[in-house]
Structure formats: C-alpha cells, structure tokens
C-alpha cells in the first residue's frame, strides 16, 4: 500500500478533519508503523459515537499499517469528576466494562494496545504538564477546558485547568505521531501541535465528525455551546444509542429521533447514515410499491438529494437506518450478553456528565 492510500485511509469518514494533510505524509514517509492514540473518559456507558466511531477509525488507522493505543484516562475522569469522582471506580469501570466495550468491537488487545493513564504518569510526565502550563497563558488554558465537554462558566476547580496540559502532555508521554479525537478536542490538539512544533516532534492531529443526538441540533448556525449541549451523551441516555442497545431499544430511539422530512441540517439518521453507515457500501430502502418500492442509495449525495426533495420519507430512512445500525451493534449485543458482568459495573444512576 502506498502513501497516498494511507493517507485516505486515515481521511475516511468519520474523520472531518487533518492537521495537517502534508504532516501526515511526512509522517508515513518517516515512519513504516506510526502510532495513534485515541484518548477517553471513563463516563458511562459507551455510545455510537465514542464506541462506533472509534472502532470503525482505528480500523481504518489498522488497515493503513499504524498501531492504536487507547488510552483509559483515569486521572482526567477524576478531575472531571465522571462516575461521582470515585477515582477507584473509574479504574475499575476503565479496565473492566470500558475496555470491553471496545473489544465487543472488534478492537480485542491483539490489535490495539490499552493503557490506564495513571499507570505511566511519571516525575517525567509531570514535569512536562508543568512546562507546558508554564509556556500557556491563563487565557488560552480556561479557552480549552470545553474539550471536558463543559462550558467556560461551568468550570469551578482548579484542577480543570490542567487538564488540557495533560491532554497535550499525553501526547509526549505515549510517543505517538499521530492523535484522533472528536472536534470537540480540537483545541488541546491546536495546543499540542504548537508544542510539538516547537519539540521538532512528528505530530498529527485526525479529528472525527461529532454525531448530533437523537434530538439533533435544533438551530441554525449552532454555537460552541449548542454542539456541546447537542452531541451525543452518555449523561443523556434518551439521545444516544448505546453499542448494546437491544434491537427494540434501537428501533425504538430512531423512531423518535429528530428527523424533519426534506431537512438535512441536524439530522441525526442522515448523519448516521452518511458517517457510519455509508462508508463503505450503499443504503437500501424498504418500502412499499405504493410509496415507490425499494430504492438503493449508491452514494451519500444521493441519499442527500432524493430525501431534500421530499422523495424519500423519514420513516423510511429511519427504518433502514435502525436496521443498518443494529446489524453493526450485533457483536457487542452478544458480548455483553455473554460477559453481563462488566455491564454490571455500570448503571444509569451512576452517569454524571
């Protein structure tokens, strides 16, 4: 495989974003076997866009011929006080029911390496995290604490404004060329970038498309606050499609999702459709002769065309994309129904944001 399919590969949906595309070839030509790293809270149970994006990216990030790391980010749970600040829970949660929910993915520790943060966090580590907030004004660190998925004026402890520093120490810490997160985590990764540079350090940043709730985003040109208020939630379990969601409960969410006939903007089933679904292979349309017949969507543009002109119903997108997404979520449904125990180790009373 050459460069350049490499670095499609990398640019695939659901990934919006590259910083920069010219990095990342320097990168390949450099390194045969890159490292990446995704990074997560451990916050509850894992959701389309934490689980199914991820596992869906790493592939992809496999298939190019680099190695993942996820990184279980126990300490930055704490500070962001996920599962109630109980740090030995989050610990427990990350190694137990977190880890599994990405290997009832397919990402099982033969192919992606998984590490607790607080296990390599050393004097080193932490010398790094004070340099780097030594080189960064207040300003710019308060700017960054949206990447915890709280807004500036949410934020009341101290300890927030480090946690970007660790973000970008992370980084360092792991020796990874390239990072990939949601474009929520985007300006951590701009902060990253700046100190990689100034390292002479091969560093990329990948950001992937942030799935809407099943509520969508009701708005037109969304602020920082809307898109964190509208993404989906582990704390919001009525927006989100959880990875072992039953099929009933999947059909179910879909068929209350927001799904305005002839809108796109906000659409969370066409946006399903579009970076989850449609990656790879066309979309097929069930639907009775007397409402058209059956229709095969060969690419996302046509989807996107045939539902703005109001000749695709949203019940009948709905129903194919429900079905789509529960045929995806089978494996994980299975594993969880084989290793119940680590869905044990989560309950919905225990979800904080």
């Known amino acids: 495989m050459d460069i350049e399919e490499r670095i499609e590969l990398v640019k695939r949906p659901p990934t919006e974003e590259v910083v920069s595309e010219q990095k990342l070839r320097e990168v390949f030509e450099k390194y045969q076997r890159p490292k990446a790293y995704d990074g997560f809270e451990i916050s509850g149970m894992v959701h389309l866009g934490t689980g199914l994006c991820t596992a869906l990216k790493l592939n992809d990030f496999i298939e190019a011929g680099i190695e993942p790391i996820i990184l279980l980010a126990d300490y930055h749970s704490w500070i962001n006080e996920k599962l109630g600040g109980d740090l030995e829970k989050i610990r427990k949660v ?42 960064t004004t207040i300003n710019r660190m308060l700017r960054c604490v949206t990447i915890m998925g709280r807004k500036e004026t949410e934020v009341t402890k101290a300890a927030a404004m480090i946690y970007p520093a660790m973000q970008v120490a992370d980084v360092f810490k792991l020796g990874v060329q390239i990072a990939f997160s949601g474009m929520d985590q985007r300006k951590a990764y701009m ?163």
Request: overall charge neutral; proline content about 4%.
């Open 94 to 135: 990350a190694l137990g029911y977190f880890k599994h929910a990405f290997i009832s993915l397919g990402l099982g520790e033969d192919r992606v390496k998984y590490i607790l943060a607080s296990d390599i966090y050393d004097g080193d580590y932490w010398a790094d995290v004070l340099r780097i907030t030594k080189d």
């Open 191 to 353: 902060l990253a970038i700046e100190n990689a540079r100034e390292r002479k350090y091969d560093f990329v940043s990948v950001h992937g498309h942030l799935l809407p709730s099943l509520q969508g985003i009701q708005r037109m040109n969304p602020t920082e606050s809307d898109v964190i208020d509208a993404k989906m939630s582990k704390s919001k379990p009525s927006s989100a499609i959880f990875i072992h969601d039953s099929e009933e409960e999947i059909k179910s969410k879909i068929g209350k999702a927001y799904c305005p006939e002839k809108m796109l903007e906000g659409n969370p089933v066409v946006e399903y459709a579009q970076y989850l679904i449609m990656r790879d292979k066309p979309l097929k349309v069930e639907r009775p002769a007397r409402f058209g017949g059956d229709i095969e969507f060969e690419t996302v543009d046509e989807l996107k065309k045939t539902y703005v002109e109001g000749k695709l119903h949203p019940l009948d997108l709905k129903n194919a994309v429900a079905r789509e997404l529960i045929a995806m979520l089978k494996p994980s449904r299975e594993y969880f129904t084989k290793h119940k125990e680590y869905l044990e180790q989560i309950k919905l009373s225990d979800i904080t944001r």
